[in-house]
């Protein structure tokens, strides 16, 4: 039997075109934000833009994309920094493989020690799986707006009273990778 390689990692632009292969099927339902597929260059531009800052994860199976999640910023108060928006995506033949839960320890683990304080979820209410996930994530209910409810998870910083959080690339490498292995371990290789 040959072995699974399994890997929960940051993001980068090279990987656009597989993360949007992920995320078209989205695109048009009440799992997205979009109604159409971003066009790729653009697609590279928000990556660059909010994998520095804030983070964009990627998980992989076999060197194949199986997900990806991201944050931004928190559109209900967007000059805060230690509040942001969480968005994951999975590849439909791997959605309860573990790759949402692998994709949320990490960035979790990594919030956490960049001392951010609270992350929101957004899900439309015809959305039940991901309504349950989030849930089983430790996400309470906090708001509706229209037909979205919005969840809410609130973090255990490092430090209390941080000027800043620090962002993702920042994190001690050692204790990102510590992360990252631990993150794998959720994923369960497709049959």
């Known amino acids: 039997m040959a072995m699974t390689l399994k890997a929960v990692r ?4 090279w ?18 934000p979009e109604k159409e597929p971003p066009e790729l260059q653009d697609y590279i ?3 660059d833009k909010y994998t520095y800052g804030l983070g964009w ?24 920094l230690f509040s942001v928006e969480f968005q994951l995506y ?17 960035l979790r683990d ?21 309504l349950v996930f989030f849930k089983s994530m430790g996400f309470e209910e906090c708001n509706t707006e229209d037909n979205i409810i919005i969840l809410r998870y609130a973090l255990t910083p490092k430090e209390e ?20 292995e631990r993150a794998a371990e959720f994923i369960r290789p497709a049959l």
């Not at 940051?10 to 632009?13: G, I, L, Q, T």
């Not at 990987?15 to 997205?32: E, I, Q």
């Not at 001392?115 to 899900?123: D, L, N, P």
Request: glycine share 6%; with cysteine.
């Open 161 to 180: 009273n941080p000027e800043r959080p620090t962002k993702p690339y920042l994190i001690d490498k050692f204790v990102y990778e510590a992360a990252r």
């Open 90 to 106: 999975v590849r439909e033949d791997y959605i309860r493989r573990g790759v949402g839960t692998a994709l949320w320890s990490l």
């Open 15 to 32: 990987d656009g075109p597989s993360m949007l292969k992920v995320y078209a099927p989205y695109t048009g339902t009440v799992k997205a």
């Open 57 to 80: 994860l990627l998980a992989e199976v076999d060197c194949q994309t199986v997900g990806f999640c991201h944050l931004t910023e928190d559109r209900n108060d967007p000059k805060n």
């Open 110 to 130: 990594m919030m956490e020690e960049g001392s951010r304080r609270r992350v929101f979820a957004r899900v439309d209410r015809e959305n039940q799986e991901a």
């Open 10 to 13: 940051r993001v980068n632009e």
């Open 45 to 47: 531009q928000r990556i």
